[in-house]
């Protein structure tokens, strides 16, 4: 089994950042690819973006783009997403995923970590 535990959501004003961490724990081997997702009230899933083992990204939605950046530390079995320049619009819940190696689906989710951004 693999968990994944997210944190570093919170409050942020307008204009500031944050940086989103989330730690895979178990049989971390059978880990292909992270992602993140969010979660508005009332709205659908989003997909905020992905990244396999070897750094290849899927980048975000054009409303994330050149202000969200994930990255991945492979000895740590982190993956990260680095927020910027923050809108009340990102507020909602971000969950990380993975995939099983060679899978294209995500099977595995984190909690969720809310991310409130005050104008």
């Known amino acids: 089994q693999v968990q994944l535990v997210e944190s570093g959501g919170g409050l942020a004003q307008a204009g500031g950042s944050l940086r989103l961490s989330c730690a895979a724990r178990g049989r971390t081997f059978s880990i292909g690819v992270m992602g993140w997702f969010r979660q508005a009230p009332g709205t659908e899933r989003e997909f905020v973006g992905s990244i396999n083992w070897s750094g290849g990204i899927t980048p975000p939605a054009d409303s994330m783009k050149g202000r969200f950046t994930i990255s991945r530390d492979n000895a740590k079995n982190t993956v990260y997403l680095q927020m910027n320049s923050l809108k009340p619009e990102d507020t909602a819940v971000y969950y990380c995923?993975?995939?099983?190696?060679?899978?294209?689906?995500?099977?595995?989710w984190g909690q969720g970590t809310q991310v409130t951004v005050s104008s």
């Open positions: 995923a993975a995939t099983y190696v060679g899978g294209r689906t995500y099977e595995y």
